[in-house]
């Protein structure tokens, strides 16, 4: 018995090793953590396993067992009831993965893990892998790398690997574990309310959702994942084996340990109503495979691994200590491969300690600068003159925020801490201007009001300037987790008051800051230059201004198609073939098209793109060939292109999207220049899923497109074929 409870613990202890080689190769190390949780367990009361199974599981002096202690990292460190330490707040997660440079995010994570550390905290509940379902009522979009399910892979593995290391630095004094959630299908909720139930078929489960998790896990190891709030086609996730052991465990290799989302496991008695006491939602959610009960905040009555709720029954039925067994075996792996069984209890000064540096705040402001998307400049109205500009209007709701009493700044959007200083757009053009051009600055309205008590001042504003820079969107008072809406229009009185401001004739300006895509329609229509720059983080204002004086060109592309009208939605470009019989699958009144499409991004130059080329014109199922396009700035500024490449098995056994993204770079060019990028075609890129729900490449034409965005007519082709 003690050999199989080690072998075990052994396959445990190796949740960093996936690959064959690896497994082969486990370390001493690893061997002795086995040993050393296996001994420990022996030692260990009812009382002490149980103990260990919740978030803040307090240090157990008896043994030696140390505290993990956990906060959120989405965006920089959260401590989720606390806001002390000065962390850097950096671009929201939709905004980051605006910048579609994964090397940016890598280095983020890394950075948020060094302040983690600085803080005492270990364990992080990040990324946020949700693919984003195209329903922009959901409030916890802007927690979302995007639409595209590669993207999100890439995005999140880069996340992973900054937070918790790579080789031998993994889990290091200068790391942390990353937890992967929500698993999975969270956003395909119903009615874009959060925690609504997700019914879908395993295709769009397998080729949608589930890959993030399977790079998460696979490529970079990621030791703790968190299932979502929902019933996943009727069996909630937090109690579903076929999700967590058959499919996260089993298939995908994960053996790192499983978090509940928070008080999910009583939400299977409280929400979904299938057992009828705490008791046996406990026993459901430890048989399924979930190691620790998450209950913020330390509420009882809402804690299910508890002696309360579970002592007497596991003395009652001893078949249940395995699963015990098991569940604390994982969370006293991750004890040690962190080392806190080595280290002394940090002791934190909550009053002076400082866990953010100037550098981690550069860095924040060149992610923002990274992730500012220009969707319209009729005219080259930006970048502004800064010699030929003597007056500024900035108006808006979200031009400026004053630093809050209590929690965080409203417009860094949600899982944000609380930044030493936060730029508001007001702040960084006054800044960028000095003393220079007049700023005149009026609130105009409140973000969730409807009173235009402030519009006659920021008429008054606009029309003594020379332009405008008008700030609308949204805020986490009206955007974030548990912010669905139901319609997707600015809130409150913003459209009239972009309207009036318009008809001073003036050129305006829109920053957009805000958590999901909005049906900007009048906007789009009639303002002649449009910024989207999401939550941009605590230096936000810096990066805009240097954005509109032309110091920085905009180089960002949407992760996220924005819908025209709320009846549209989902709107992605995750398309099939539209029906070719009555109705056209087109609306009668209106377009279906998304107002802007999903990797879409202008610039202050121009680029040009050539014929793509096939290494190979011709590969075996089981080959490989690479596709090349020379991609030249026209303009006459230096600038930043995202290089997108998507595929589409022309003919196959089963239905596909029209295309999906396989493949993207971004690129700095200089005026004139000319750079040529290169993407690998093979196996990954080319395969569908058949009828078995297998992975397979199929012989016949591939359409492979090249280009500046979804778009058609941004697309450079190429055919492919597979014998």
Not at 134 to 153: F, I, K, Q, T
Not at 376 to 396: E, M, R
Request: charged content about 25%; aromatic content about 8%; hydrophobic content about 35%.
């Amino acid at each position: 018995m003690r050999n199989i409870i080690f072998a075990a613990l052994l396959s445990i202890v190796i949740f960093s090793c996936n690959s064959n080689s690896e497994k082969a190769n486990v370390s001493n190390k690893d061997r002795e953590i086995a040993e050393k949780v296996e001994r420990l367990i022996n030692e260990m009361t009812l009382d002490e396993k149980i103990a260990e199974l919740t978030q803040d599981a307090p240090a157990n002096d008896r043994l030696g067992i140390p505290f993990m202690k956990y906060g959120e990292a989405l965006h920089g460190l959260w401590l989720v009831l606390d806001y002390y330490g000065n962390t850097t707040v950096y671009p929201q997660a939709v905004a980051c993965a605006s910048t579609w440079e994964p090397e940016l995010i890598k280095k983020m994570a890394s950075q948020t893990a060094i302040e983690a550390r600085a803080l005492g905290v270990t364990h992080c509940y990040s990324p946020n892998l949700d693919v984003y379902a195209g329903d922009a009522r959901y409030g916890r979009v802007e927690e979302s790398y995007g639409e595209d399910p590669y993207l999100v892979s890439r995005m999140g593995v880069a996340f992973i690997e900054g937070l918790q290391g790579t080789g031998d630095a993994q889990f290091d004094e200068n790391h942390v574990i990353a937890t992967a959630k929500h698993f999975i299908g969270y956003p395909e909720n119903r009615r874009g309310i959060n925690g609504g139930f997700s019914d879908m078929s395993e295709r769009r489960l397998r080729e949608v959702y589930l890959p993030p998790f399977e790079a998460a896990v696979k490529e970079a190891k990621v030791g703790s994942v968190m299932p979502g709030h929902q019933d996943f086609n009727g069996v909630p996730c937090h109690m579903n084996t076929w999700l967590l052991k058959d499919i996260l465990r089993d298939e995908l290799g994960f053996n790192g340990f499983i978090v509940s989302d928070n008080n999910d496991v009583g939400r299977l008695e409280t929400m979904h109503f299938i057992p009828e006491t705490r008791t046996k939602a406990a026993i459901l959610g430890l048989k399924a495979g979930v190691d620790m009960d998450l209950v913020i905040g330390k509420n009882v009555k809402l804690a299910t691994y508890h002696s309360n709720i579970l002592k007497d029954t596991v003395t009652q039925d001893p078949s249940l200590m395995p699963y015990i067994d098991k569940a604390v075996s994982r969370n006293l792996t991750a004890k040690y491969k962190l080392g806190l069984f080595d280290a002394e209890p940090k002791e934190i000064d909550t009053e002076t300690v400082e866990a953010g540096t100037d550098e981690h705040r550069e860095f924040a402001l060149e992610i923002a600068e990274k992730s500012i998307i220009m969707l319209k400049n009729d005219n080259n109205l930006l970048p502004l003159d800064l010699s030929k500009i003597k007056s500024l209007a900035v108006i808006g709701p979200n031009a400026h925020e004053k630093r809050p009493k209590k929690g965080t700044y409203n417009l860094l959007g949600g899982y944000s801490g609380l930044p030493p200083y936060y730029v508001s757009v007001l702040d960084g053009l006054k800044k960028k201007v000095g003393d220079n051009v007049k700023i005149n600055y009026a609130k105009g309205c409140d973000i969730d009001s409807f009173s235009k008590e402030g519009f006659p001042e920021a008429i008054s504003a606009a029309k003594n300037s020379d332009a405008v820079v008008l700030v609308v969107g949204s805020s986490h008072r009206t955007c974030g987790e548990g912010g669905d809406r139901s319609d997707l229009d600015l809130y409150g009185v913003q459209n009239e008051l972009v309207e009036a401001i318009h008809k001073t004739g003036k050129p305006v300006i829109v920053v957009l800051i805000n958590g999901r895509p909005l049906s900007i329609n009048y906007i789009a229509e009639n303002i002649p230059s449009v910024l989207e720059t999401w939550y941009g983080g605590m230096r936000a204002g810096d990066a805009v201004a240097n954005v509109i004086f032309g110091d920085v060109n905009p180089g960002g592309k949407l992760t996220m198609s924005f819908p025209r009208s709320v009846g549209q939605v989902p709107v992605t470009y995750l398309e099939r073939p539209d029906f070719i019989g009555s109705g056209k699958g087109k609306y009668r009144f209106s377009d279906k098209s998304p107002l802007f499409p999903f990797g879409y991004g202008l610039s202050y130059t121009t680029f040009e793109y050539s014929t793509p080329k096939l290494e190979h014109n011709a590969i075996a199922a089981d080959g490989a060939t690479t596709v090349s396009v020379e991609v030249t700035n026209t303009g006459d500024r230096a600038g930043d292109e995202v290089v997108q490449m998507y595929v589409r098995d022309d003919y196959a056994s089963v239905g596909r999207y029209l295309k999906l993204l396989k493949g993207f770079k971004r690129i700095s060019l200089k005026p004139g220049e000319t750079k040529t990028v290169s993407f690998k075609l093979g196996f990954d890129e080319l395969n569908v899923l058949n009828q078995d729900m297998k992975k397979v490449v199929e012989p016949g034409t591939f359409t492979i497109s090249v280009g500046s965005s979804s778009l058609e007519k941004d697309l450079q082709k190429a055919t492919l074929e597979v014998m």
